[in-house]
T-cell receptor, first 109, second 112 residues
Framework: EDQVTQSPEALRLQEGESSSLNCSYT??????LFWYRQDPGKGPEFLFT???AGEEKEKERLKATLTKKESFLHITAPKPEDSATYLC??????????FGKGITLSVRP | NAGVTQTPKFQVLKTGQSMTLQCAQD?????MYWYRQDPGMGLRLIYY???????DKGEVPNGYNVSRLNKREFSLRLESAAPSQTSVYFC???????????FGPGTRLTVT
């Protein structure tokens, strides 16, 4: 059974204070690891897909990296508008998406 | 380009009542999905449709039925609602099963 564990559950940062969110996974035949952002009362918004260990992708202040056991979402110099819940998910051999419980990020001005 | 749309946005049902949640996508995607999201549980797959004309059970299918009406539309039906089905329901779509999924805005359902 595919499993995704995200840590920490919640993270509070000061504006400009860089940090990383962790996603550990076990999956049979990784076909893709996905990061989503979810704002309160809204649906998840797609951010990145990573397919193989060593791959990195960037978008504005966010950078996602992937190893064989975990993925990190690095946030550089965050702003209050980066406050949201960040979800990690994997697709394995069964082609179904398995989500972690998410990390709630709060960035104080 | 609206992406994925869901109706209704909010719904309150009494135990035993039935209702259908509607979902439509305008991205010409092949695959569509229904999830529920509960506090502390994350997103869980209820049913999915890999392509028009096919549907399969996900992790938590009991108490639900689905219909893939055409390539654009995928509905979720609760035949006899129970308080345990109080949740936020999200519809999603993807081009292929292994691709990133795009989510709708959600339906907040309360069963009393």
């Amino acid at each position: 059974e595919d499993q995704v564990t995200q840590s920490p559950e919640a993270l509070r940062l000061q504006e400009g204070e860089s940090s990383s969110l962790n996603c550990s996974y076990t999956v049979s035949g990784l076909r893709g690891l996905f990061w989503y952002r979810q704002d309160p009362g809204k649906g998840p918004e797609f951010l990145f897909t990573l397919y193989s260990a060593g791959e990195e992708k960037e978008k504005e202040r966010l950078k996602a990296t992937l190893t064989k056991k975990e993925s990190f979402l690095h946030i550089t110099a965050p702003k209050p508008e980066d406050s949201a819940t960040y979800l990690c998910a994997v697709t394995g051999a069964n082609s179904k998406l398995t989500f972690g419980k998410g990390i709630t990020l709060s960035v104080r001005p | 380009n609206a992406g994925v749309t869901q109706t209704p946005k909010f719904q309150v049902l009494k135990t035993g009542q039935s209702m259908t949640l509607q979902c439509a996508q305008d991205m010409n995607h092949n695959s569509m999905y229904w999830y529920r999201q509960d506090p502390g549980m994350g997103l869980r797959l209820i049913y999915y449709s890999a392509s028009e004309g096919t549907t399969d059970k996900g992790e938590v299918p009991n108490g639900y039925n689905v219909s893939r009406l055409n390539k654009r539309e995928f509905s979720l039906r609760l035949e006899s609602a129970a308080p345990s089905q109080t949740s936020v329901y999200f519809c999603a779509s993807s081009d292929l099963g292994i691709d990133e999924q795009y989510f709708g805005p959600g339906t907040r359902l309360t069963v009393t």
